[in-house]
């Protein structure tokens, strides 16, 4: 998104991403907000965060924004930081630009917990089930860094309530990377995806390394790794 008089800028990020190009006009952001799950914004971040605070629903539910600074030096995750805005300015170094990445997650050091769940499962027996894992290895949740699971839980209300209630970022991995990754085949299989918890636990873990293969809880499988 930008000016009229930015639109050959605007076409080589949008044909860079493979999106769709939107000129500015007053009123568009509560458009485009509720339309895409990213949006790039090539113009100053006042004008961005002014226009897009009446439209803010909430971390779960609003999509990711990152702003272009006029020099198109810089790519700066706004909102989503861990919901898209972060990968996509890390795309963007591909046209040069530097990312500017704020959210702790990515500079602290710690533990990687991959959930994988059934559908319905309650907030208690995932954390109930965290805990467990955590145990297991001598470990608690001040040790770790983040919860990852598969994107196609994206709206699985029980595992977002846990995360919102111990404050840890919630990271979602594609389906289509966990398939590229060398992990071995579970039965997830059957809903496309080679692996869930471990595949997720290395995923976004430094030294990708497993210190706690796959465990089932119930309903609730978690792997650890860092």
């Not at 639109?7 to 999106?19: H, I, M, P």
């Not at 939107?22 to 100053?44: N, Q, S, T, W």
Request: net charge positive; hydrophobic share 45%.
């Amino acid at each position: 998104m930008g000016f009229e008089k930015d639109r050959e800028k605007l076409r080589k990020v949008a044909e860079f991403l493979n999106a769709d190009i939107v000129i500015y006009r007053r009123g568009v952001f509560g458009e485009v907000l509720g339309k895409f799950d990213c949006v790039v914004a090539y113009m100053p971040i006042g004008v961005v965060v002014r226009s897009i605070c009446p439209y803010l629903r909430g971390k779960w539910v609003d999509p990711a924004v990152v702003v272009l600074d006029k020099l198109m030096r810089f790519a700066v995750p706004l909102i989503g930081g861990h919901h898209g805005a972060n990968a996509v300015a890390e795309k963007l170094r591909g046209l040069g630009m530097t990312p500017v990445i704020t959210t702790s997650a990515e500079f602290s050091d710690g533990l990687c917990v991959g959930v994988g769940c059934r559908r319905g499962v309650s907030s208690d027996d995932i954390l109930k089930a965290i805990n467990s894992a955590l145990d297991e290895i001598d470990a608690n949740l001040d040790d770790v860094r983040l919860i990852a699971t598969i994107e196609l839980k994206r709206n699985e209300r029980g595992l977002i309530e846990a995360v919102d209630r111990i404050k840890k970022p919630l990271m979602f991995v594609p389906v289509e990377d966990i398939n590229r990754m060398d992990v071995k085949e579970t039965k997830a299989v059957k809903i496309g995806v080679k692996n869930v918890a471990e595949a997720c636990a290395l995923f976004y873990s430094k030294k990708k390394e497993l210190i706690l293969p796959k465990r089932v809880y119930g309903g609730v499988t978690i792997a650890i790794a860092r």
